[in-house]
């Protein structure tokens, strides 16, 4: 229960708190009797200052360990010894 609790608090941090911050996205998605629909927030042009380094960095990190997961993974399973 404690992990569950502290991964859904971990990715409500990084996708809306640091997305935010760095880039200026969010993202969520909105249920009703009707259906769903996903939401897009984006800060207003001229608002704000992008540092291009931490915008760089932010879309880095978030490619990098889709990448990253399935590469550990097919390495983890090369060296598992029948």
Do not use: C, Y
Not at 77 to 82: A, D, E, Y
């Amino acid at each position: 229960m404690v992990g569950v609790s502290d991964e859904t608090h971990r990715v409500a941090l990084v996708k809306n708190v640091t997305g935010r911050k760095l880039v200026g996205l969010r993202w969520w998605n909105e249920a009703n009797d009707s259906g769903s629909a996903w939401r897009f927030e984006q800060v207003p042009d001229g608002t704000r200052v992008i540092h291009a380094g931490e915008k760089r960095m932010f879309w880095i990190g978030l490619f990098t360990t889709v990448v990253a997961w399935p590469a550990l993974a097919f390495f983890a399973l090369v060296r598992i010894k029948l």
